[in-house]
Structure formats: C-alpha cells, structure tokens
C-alpha cells in the first residue's frame, strides 16, 4: 500500500488548504456518506471529504443529483463527521435549498452545520447565486464554490458534456471564479471543463481549486469514491481512474458464501459456540 502524507496528524482546516495551494502540494479529495467507509478515507490520509449529493446516485439510486434532500444530506453528513478525525468535512447543498432565496440558503447551510456539525458546505453557481453565497458567509459559515458542469443544472444543460469549449462561457467561468474568491469562498470545485481553462483558474485565483474531469492544472482533484474504487461499474468517463474493482471482488465474496451455507460448510465446528 502507498500513502503520501506530508503531516498525518494535523488536522485540515479551510486555512490548510490555501497553505498547501501556496506551497504546491496537491489536495486529495474524495466523496463518502457513511461512518464505516469515512473511517477508511479518514485513516489513509484523505485531505478532504465531500459528503456529496451524489449519494443521490450511488446510495439512492436516483438517475439525477436533483431528488436528494437537506434531511438526507444531513444524515450522510452526521454519518461521515462521527468518523472523521484529521479530514475536512464538506457537505453538498442540495438542489433546491439555495437558488433564488438566500434566506432559505442560509436556514439550508445553518442547518447542516449544527446538525450534521460538518465543516463547511458546498454549493453550486456562479454570479446568480451570489447573494445566497454572501449571505452563508456571514454567518461564518465556510462556503466552496463550483463551476463548469454542476450537476444539480442537468435539465437546463441537457447533456453531461464538457463545459466551458466557448469562449463566452470560458470568460464568465473565469469572471465567476473570481467572484468566488472575491466575496469569500474558501476554494471551488472546477467540473469537467478543458484542462488549459482549469489551470488557468487556478493560476488566477489565490483560493484552491479542486478538479473533476479537469486536467492536472488544478490544486487537488476529487471523485466519487464508488466510481474510483470499482464498486460504481456502469459509470466509465475519460477522467475516471479506478483503483480497484470491488465490485468483482464483492460478488466473488458473496457467491462464495452463498456456496458454502448451501453445502452446509458455514459455519464449521470452530466457528460455532
């Protein structure tokens, strides 16, 4: 097993990460929404976790990020925290719960810091939401931004495809990066956008950057952990780097069981009482 840890002992903290941007080291990121697989994350040197609303994906079953709830976001979000030692823990806005009324943002982001007691939350949008951005952020609450592909516009987008190939959109990505830092976000998700555009961003702004699908030009990097780790196998895009194939391993397991209580092999005489 290889571990990379520059110090595994000091907590990250929004602060950290602008001091790994500025000394180069890279954040590593990843999604979970439940205590046992936080647990792992957490002891193998993870820098952040996303409780993302793509547990509406991969722990719900949903075709879009959209139907999730703030109650549910909440539970995976308290889930995570019980297990989470040294990373810092982001929790998803979900869809619904900010845009176009900052006071119901700041009831949404309140709620999911005392109740989940997550670290800060993230949010998607540019220029638009911008007062329900402000607005989160004077309750001292640390807020990360994300643009290019945000999921949680699918019916508007229509298409999962990269983002940001125009020069118009590029430009506003670029201006709403900025505003992103301007008003106090501590750091943005760049999804799915052209590797020289993200690494532009990040040259540009002084907050990290965290990609998806957006070149190696960013400060760190995030994927959902069932896509990375092989449990997800129906989700391949170009970006995607899996590390293991667990959904082999798992149903290897599981037939295996299933063999010896059908001969009768489990348990044996050692593993009874």
Excluded: W
């Excluded at 976790?49 to 109650?71: E, F, K, Q, R």
């Excluded at 020069?167 to 976000?185: H, P, Q, R, S, T």
């Excluded at 990375?228 to 780097?241: E, W």
């Amino acid at each position: 097993m290889s571990t990379y840890n520059t110090d595994n002992t000091r907590k990250v903290t929004t602060r950290r990460l602008v001091e790994m941007k500025q000394r180069g080291e890279k954040i590593s990121m990843l999604t979970a929404y439940d205590f046992s697989s936080a647990k792992i994350l957490d002891e193998a040197g993870i820098d952040c976790i996303l409780v993302g609303d793509s547990a509406s994906n991969v722990m719900a079953g949903n075709v879009t990020t959209l139907p999730i709830t703030l109650d549910q976001m909440i539970y995976h979000g308290k889930s995570v925290m019980k297990a989470v030692r040294r990373a810092l823990v982001i929790v998803d806005l979900p869809f619904g719960t900010y845009q176009g009324n900052s006071k119901e943002a700041l009831a949404s982001a309140v709620r999911i810091m005392k109740e989940s007691h997550a670290e800060a939350v993230k949010i998607e949008g540019g220029a638009e939401i911008r007062e329900s951005i402000e607005r989160i952020l004077t309750a001292g609450i640390p807020v990360m931004g994300h643009l290019g592909l945000t999921p949680q516009s699918i019916n508007k987008f229509g298409t999962y495809a990269v983002r940001a190939r125009e020069e118009a959109e590029a430009e506003k990505l670029i201006a709403d990066a900025k505003m992103l830092e301007e008003i106090g976000c501590f750091g943005m998700v760049l999804e799915k956008i052209p590797a020289e555009l993200a690494a532009r961003v990040s040259r540009e702004v002084s907050i990290p950057t965290i990609g998806i699908g957006a070149g190696g030009g960013t400060d760190g990097q995030v994927l959902v952990m069932h896509d990375m780790l092989g449990i997800n196998k129906d989700f391949s895009p170009r970006f995607l780097r899996r590390y293991a194939n667990l959904a082999d391993v798992m149903t290897e397991a599981v037939g295996n069981y299933i063999a010896d209580v059908k001969s009768g092999d489990f348990p044996n005489s050692t593993e009874q009482y």
